[in-house]
C-alpha cells in the first residue's frame, strides 16, 4: 500500500513563494504518475501539476511559469515550488499517485496541505 505525506503548506503573502513536498513509497516493479491537485472551498478538485514516471510535466494554464516541479534523485520525494503566489492559489493540496503495475493502475492520495496566501 503506497502511503503519500506532504508537508510545506502554510501562509505566505502575495508575490511569495513556498514549497510543497511528497514523499512516498514506491515498488521497482510499478511506475508511478506523480500530480498536484488542489481544491479551494466551493470549487472541484483540479490538477495543477503532474510529474509522469518518464519525467515529462504539465502544468494548468493557472500556474503554469509561477510553479515547478522536481524530485529527488531517488525519485521517492516530489517537490512543488510554488513561486509569486497570489490569493486565488488558496487551497487544500493533495498529492496523488497514479501507481502502474503491470495491467493494474492504483490512484494513491495524501491527507492534504493548506496554502494561504493573502
Known amino acids: 500500500q503506497v502511503q503519500l505525506v506532504e508537508s510545506g503548506g502554510g501562509s505566505a503573502q502575495a508575490g511569495g513563494s513556498l514549497r510543497l513536498s511528497c514523499t512516498g513509497t514506491?515498488?521497482?516493479?510499478?511506475?508511478?504518475?506523480m500530480s498536484w491537485y488542489r481544491e479551494a472551498p466551493g470549487k472541484e478538485r483540479e490538477e495543477v501539476a503532474r510529474?509522469?514516471?518518464?519525467?515529462?510535466?504539465e502544468y494548468a494554464d493557472s500556474v503554469q511559469g509561477r510553479f515547478t516541479l522536481s524530485e529527488d534523485n531517488n525519485k521517492k520525494t516530489m517537490y512543488l515550488q510554488m513561486d509569486n503566489l497570489k490569493p486565488e492559489d488558496t487551497a487544500m493540496y493533495y498529492c496523488?499517485?497514479?501507481?502502474?503495475?503491470?495491467?493494474?493502475?492504483?490512484?494513491?492520495w495524501g491527507q492534504g496541505t493548506q496554502v494561504t496566501v493573502s
Open positions: 514506491k515498488y521497482n516493479y510499478c511506475s508511478y504518475d
Open positions: 510529474l509522469d514516471d518518464d519525467g515529462s510535466t
Open positions: 496523488m499517485a497514479v501507481e502502474i503495475c503491470g495491467i493494474d493502475r492504483y490512484n494513491h
